[in-house]
Structures are given as C-alpha cells and as structure tokens.
C-alpha cells in the first residue's frame, strides 16, 4: 500500500510559479511510476505529466509543455511538479498518483495509488 500526499497548492498569478510536492510513503518509492493529473471545475480530469522509475524519462500534456517540470527525489520519496508561466486554464485541483511499472503513462487508469489533491488556483 502506498499513500500520497500532495501539497504546494495555492493563489497564484498569472504568469507566477508554484511547485507542488508529493511525498510518498513506503519503501519501494523508486519502483513507482509517478504522474501528475488535474481536475478543473465541471471538467473530466487531465494528464499533466508522468516521470518513470528510473527519472530518465518524462512525459508531459501538450497544454503544459514547456512551463511545467517533473522531478524525483528518491531520498526523500517525493515527486515535484514545478509550474511555472502559470495561466488561469491551469485552475484544477491537482493530484498525484502512482503506479509499479515501466516508463510513462497519460491514461488515468494505468495508476493505482491517488493522493487527495491540492488546489492551484490561477488569477487573471
């Protein structure tokens, strides 16, 4: 069982930055393929962004590519999402996720452990 735990979130404007952590429990952290998803308002939630076990490989939405980053931190069991040029389209609830297996993955259902969320909210 593995449990996540986002934080980071909060008021930002246009144009500003936030990082987001997700700090993981259990030992086997740098077996997980992390990935990043957002849920705005009245809207179906969305790949961000996924890294692999390894951190070599990442993978990002066309929508962020360019101003968003994912990172590891395997000695501290946390994966980062650093956003940055942020818009109001990036308002969503964010939330973290997690699954065992290789490379990167968009689709929601390849990941089996969810973290609660962190709100990000974008002012224009």
């Known amino acids: 069982q593995v449990q996540l735990v986002e934080s980071g979130g909060g008021l930002v404007q246009t144009g500003g930055s936030l990082r987001l952590s997700c700090a993981a429990s259990?030992?086997?952290?740098?077996?997980?393929?992390m990935g990043w998803f957002r849920q705005a308002p009245g809207k179906e939630r969305e790949f961000v962004g996924s890294i692999s076990t390894s951190g070599v490989f990442t993978r990002y939405a066309d929508s962020v590519k360019g101003r968003f980053t994912i990172s590891t931190d395997n000695a501290k069991n946390t994966v980062y999402l650093q956003m940055n040029s942020l818009r109001p389209e990036d308002t969503a609830v964010y939330y973290c996720?997690?699954?065992?297996?290789?490379?990167?993955?968009?689709?929601?259902?390849?990941?089996?452990?969810w973290g609660q969320g962190t709100q990000v909210t974008v002012s224009s």
């Open positions: 259990g030992p086997t952290f740098s077996t997980y393929r």
């Open positions: 996720a997690a699954s065992q297996g290789s490379g990167t993955s968009s689709y929601d259902y390849h990941y089996r452990y």
